[in-house]
């Protein structure tokens, strides 16, 4: 139920606007209305989680300083770690404050590379600069949107549709002609940038990008740090990952945890320095699919008999190609990038059923007019999507996975597996995990040489005959299709649908 009594009224958050209702979430926590102010951020997440990402930076501007929110900041930290180019690509990034910007770089989860968190930083840095800002009035780093009682939402810097406003902002880190810089404004982006520059992870960038894009702001760099990195560089005999092992601490300018590193060795490691910390954890890139998902595909390619993987153990690495909401929907961008790529995972989510479909290609997309003969090809899906399960993603936990089909490639022990009837998976009282409760289809291809149909730039990929095709606009009315045909057992009912989101991985083996 959407109601909540406030003195003697009654408040309907179905019939309120989103941005009232975040704007009604400050108002109740200002006046300690705790009951309400509980109810309007679970409605926030569980009701209106879609628009809280499409607006993930202006929400989690909003509510920063309002300790009461923590369950909405962390949801929004979530999901900017994962799809980190709805802050980095955003055009309120230049307006980030600081100290929303140091909890989401001493994150080790952010999922992107490292030179590209620095050439962002640098971006947001240069627009801070006093010079900049007094020639460019669009780069206002003012906060007082967040800092007064009783914030008042403006509703023209929300998005109300499906995608997130992106922008570039003007300001190019890689095209700023630095020979004209005095020492002074070196010392002022040193300034602006001295709480953030200990959490980048200098030691993970390439030899070739630290020269061409992090030496030419040595400057701002300190001495040491500067002495450390270049000698890791130029002394490839240091090693540092065999001698090291990790553990969580707290860095002193960010409320977050990252990992951080002790010698084991530290005869052979004289020269490690202070600034080192490891990679940031990037165990899968996707909006759509866990790490479980991934263990149980690998399964269903390798047609495992014996121990299913963990994610740990899989013999192959995912790599994403394209996403529809990042890349976009046409079937000519997904040629672009997914073309004689080899192996390859498609997965999408229909707009209408929220159910998660796709297939395996063990051989290669092109173009052409033809079929592709393979036996190891296959087709899966997955029940609707459980977009607020623990870890806040958009796809399905390994409780909704299960094979059908004779010809699945599954014994009785992976059976046992996906039913949840392993020891494993019993709690303490002797019953079955609901986690385990699963629900999954796998369909492989039972004529083989219509396996893979090739079509011209108008399609993407396209399994069989009928089984699932995709093509023009896939997220246009009726763009897609899936019948059973060529492949073992439908995996969906619907005939015509279209994808609220698509991602294609390239499957390559380690």
């Known amino acids: 139920m959407d109601d909540r009594y406030m003195y003697s009224g009654t408040i309907n958050l179905s019939r309120q606007k989103n941005h009232d209702i975040l704007d009604l979430l400050i108002a109740s926590d200002e006046l300690l209305l705790s009951e309400l102010f509980d109810h309007i951020q679970n409605y926030l997440l569980h009701t209106k989680f879609e628009w809280v990402k499409r607006n993930v930076v202006k929400v989690h501007r909003t509510i920063y300083p309002h ?3 923590k369950k909405l900041q962390d949801f929004c930290l979530d999901t900017i770690c994962k799809s980190p180019m709805l802050v980095f690509g955003s055009k309120n990034f230049l307006e980030f404050e600081e100290a929303l910007l140091l909890p989401l770089l001493g994150r080790h989860d952010l999922q992107t590379e490292e030179i590209d968190i620095w050439d962002h930083l640098i971006r947001w840095g240069l627009a801070q600069m006093s010079e900049l800002n007094s020639s460019i009035s669009s780069f206002s780093t003012s906060s007082s949107s967040t800092s007064s009682s009783f914030v008042s939402i403006d509703a023209s810097t929300f998005s109300e549709d499906n995608s997130p406003a992106i922008d570039t902002n003007g300001v190019d880190a890689n095209n700023v002609d630095l020979s004209n810089w005095s020492n002074e404004d070196f010392m002022e982006l040193e300034r602006i ?3 953030c520059i200990p959490l980048i992870r200098f030691f993970q960038i390439s030899s070739s990008d630290f020269y061409d894009k992090v030496w030419p702001f040595q400057k701002i760099l300190p001495d040491d740090l500067r002495e450390d990195v270049l000698q890791y560089h130029l002394k490839r005999h240091i090693m540092l990952s065999s001698n090291l092992s990790y553990h969580a601490v707290t860095h002193p300018n960010s409320s977050s945890q990252s990992l951080d590193y002790s010698i084991s060795s530290p005869q052979s490691l004289l020269n490690i320095s202070r600034y080192f910390q490891p990679p940031r954890t990037i165990p899968f890139d996707s909006t759509l699919l866990r790490t479980e998902h991934v263990a149980l595909l690998c399964d269903w390619i390798d047609r495992k008999d014996g121990k299913p993987y963990t994610f740990d153990e899989i013999p192959y690495k995912l790599k994403l190609l394209v996403r529809g909401s990042r890349d976009g ?3 000519e961008t997904f040629h672009e990038k997914c073309d004689k790529q080899g192996a390859t995972i498609t997965v999408m989510q229909i707009a209408c059923s929220g159910e998660l479909i796709g297939g395996y290609n063990p051989i290669e ?7 592709i003969n393979t036996q190891n090809s296959f087709l899966f899906s997955f029940p609707k999507s459980t977009i607020n399960s623990n870890n806040n993603n958009s796809g399905i936990g390994m409780s909704d996975i299960k094979p059908i089909g ?7 022990e992976n059976e046992n597996r996906v039913n949840g009837n392993d ?3 019993r709690n303490s009282n002797g019953g079955q995990s609901n ?3 699963l629900n999954g289809k796998l369909s492989r291809v039972r004529r ?6 090739i079509k011209d730039k108008t399609y993407g990929p396209c399994f069989g005959d009928k089984g699932l095709w995709m093509k023009t606009n896939f997220n246009a009315y009726d763009s897609c299709s899936s019948d059973k045909d060529d492949y073992s057992e439908r995996v969906t009912t619907l005939n015509k649908f279209w994808v609220m989101e698509y991602e294609v991985f390239q499957v390559v083996k380690k």
């Open 435 to 437: 986690e385990r409760r």
């Open 448 to 453: 083989p040489g219509y396996a893979i149909r």
């Open 329 to 331: 929907f046409e079937a």
């Open 406 to 412: 004779s010809n699945s490639g599954y014994s009785s």
């Open 193 to 195: 940038l001295h709480n």
């Open 423 to 425: 020891d494993n998976t």
């Open 67 to 69: 300790e009461g929110c």
């Open 365 to 371: 997309w092109t173009t052409g007019d033809f079929r």
